[in-house]
């Protein structure tokens, strides 16, 4: 039997945010069906001592203002998924990107497990459900996931996850992941 479209069209907003380098243009790329919009620009010698790239050295192309793709669930159900700016420069966008925002990926390096403590403190203090995703680089050490929450200081409800969000199966997870997270967390605040 097939599915009857809504009546009203339901789209969803998802945030995918991190630090420098950590993947959230991947992630979007990985997933989305139409070809994302990106807005990306080269490293120039401006950025040299105001961005860091210690264990990103290969980066050359860094987000100014946000990455946007689609996901069409269903008929009447799509998924739009907005890539934050890493830099704190480009931290003025952040609002308005998550307004209306159902929740949030926080994406996390090992390497660099400092540059997400922006993001989960940006989206905890806000109420903004999110989960933790550690992009696995090639060639970093792999921690389990209890023990980057430790790192991380995270409530126990919040998941955390390990991904490769080069892989669109792996990304997808993610992004799953969050939903159920989400929906359980709006669920538990409705009660």
Request: with cysteine; charged share 25%; glycine share 8%.
């Amino acid at each position: 039997m097939a599915s009857a479209p809504f009546d009203d069209p339901v789209a969803l907003k998802i945030l995918v945010a991190g630090g420098f380098g950590v993947g959230k243009t991947t992630l979007v790329g990985s997933v989305s069906e139409i070809r994302p919009l990106r807005t990306e620009e080269l490293l120039s010698d401006r950025s040299i001592g105001v961005d860091d790239t210690e264990g990103v050295d290969n980066k050359t192309t860094t987000t100014v203002a946000m990455d946007f793709g689609r996901i069409t669930i269903r008929d009447g159900l799509v998924v739009y998924l907005f890539g934050t700016p890493g830099q704190t420069r480009f931290w003025f966008m952040w609002d308005e990107l998550s307004f209306g925002a159902l929740g949030a990926v926080v994406l996390a390096d090992t390497r660099r497990l400092t540059d997400c403590f922006p993001s989960i403190d940006y989206f905890e203090q806000r109420g903004t459900p999110f989960i933790v995703a550690v992009n696995c680089f090639d060639g970093a050490e792999r921690h389990e996931p209890e023990n980057v929450r430790i790192a991380l200081d995270l409530d126990p409800d919040v998941p955390v996850m390990l991904c490769d969000v080069r892989r669109r199966a792996s990304a997808k997870s993610v992004l799953v992941t969050l939903v159920e997270h989400a929906l359980k967390t709006l669920t538990a605040n409705a009660s």
